[in-house]
């Protein structure tokens, strides 16, 4: 699946080129457009013991160029770049293995990463969870095609494929030792994330303004080796430039 998407990527950009009649700079420049969006993830799948956070606030940035593919310049392929940061908020704690020091036996996968909530006393002390969440940076390819009307609406229909460049936990709470006072704790290099990300996406809008919906179809964890969650995307985009 993933050789197909790199052949596919590959094989768009060739034929984008064929849409290109030597641009001058100045074409250059207005064929280029930067922007960013801010969206919220709806996480999928989750498992049912985890209670999630309604908001899961993300922020992308952007730049594409275009390949005009008629003479009015309404209707365009692009490709480009991005980088895109995704969060899961919730109240769980994220371990690898099939034990932990509170629950018994939670897998047969030693080797698996799994969501399990924190007790409510350990030793004796309350534990409060305050702020739980995991964090995924993604550096995106994103290509497809746009319309432009002359009443300055505008849609777009691509697809964009990522790999992640930092994926991390933070928890802000209760020592889960069971010492009572209160930690910031932040865990780098985790395991079984999938550094490979990928799905569709659409815009529409009016001017520099729109509205913006990626459907991520691959899981944010490796197959067998953590639940298979994955989000929607849904939020604002705004290219002024």
Known sequence: ????????????????????????????????????????????????????????????????????????????????????????????LLGVGKYNIYEKELTDNTNESYFYNAPAKFKDKSIDVKKSKLSITYIDIPFGFQFKASSKIHATLGFKVGWSIDAHTKYKGSDLAGSGY???????????IDNFHYGPFAVIGYKWIGASVFYQMSSVFEKDLGPQIYPISVGLVFKPY
């Open 1 to 92: 699946m993933k050789r197909n998407l790199f052949l596919i990527i590959a094989l768009l950009a060739f034929t984008a080129t064929t849409f290109a009649q030597k641009p001058s700079a100045e074409s250059i420049r207005k064929r280029m457009s930067l922007g960013f969006g801010v969206f919220n993830d709806f996480w999928m799948k989750v498992p049912d013991s985890i209670n999630p956070r309604t908001v899961n606030q993300g922020i992308d940035v952007f730049i594409h160029y275009t390949f005009p593919m008629d003479k009015k310049g309404h209707l365009a392929f692009f490709i480009g770049g991005g980088i895109g940061a995704h969060n899961f908020y919730n109240q769980a």
């Open 182 to 192: 209160t930690v910031i704790e932040k865990s780098l290099n985790l395991r079984n």
